[in-house]
Nanobody
Framework: QVQLVESGGGRVQPGGSLRLSCTAS????????MGWYRQTSGKQREVVAL???????TYADSVKGRFTISRDNTLNTVYLQMNSLKFEDTGVYYC????????WGQGTQVTVSA
């Protein structure tokens, strides 16, 4: 049974930073491409950042230069370092495989507000 547990969200002012973590179980994590996805108000869930098993990364245009995805295969964990946060980054952030499966976790809420 696959489990994905996200953490690290919170409330932050514009320009602030947060680091999200997602720990996976039930999969052979090291060989899986992983991703961070978010659902913002009124929009469908979208890709934020992806990382291959070898560490190659891809970012949505809206977060390039501000967010960094990384992974630690020894901990079965993928991270999302978010800097220079903007109001429009507010939403629920999820991790999943790339491409995503139906095994979504509960997500972690990120709120950017003054």
């Amino acid at each position: 049974q696959v489990q994905l547990v996200e953490s690290g969200g919170g409330r932050v002012q514009p320009g602030g930073s947060l680091r999200l973590s997602c720990t996976a179980s039930g999969i052979i994590f090291s060989i899986k491409a992983m991703g961070w996805y978010r659902q913002t108000s009124g929009k469908q869930r979208e890709v934020v950042a992806l990382i291959t098993s070898s560490g190659a990364t891809t970012y949505a245009d809206s977060v390039k230069g501000r967010f960094t995805i990384s992974r630690d295969n020894t901990l079965n964990t993928v991270y999302l370092q978010m800097n220079s946060l903007k109001f429009e980054d507010t939403g629920v952030y999820y991790c999943n495989r790339d491409p995503p499966t139906d095994d979504w976790g509960q997500g972690t809420q990120v709120t950017v507000s003054a």
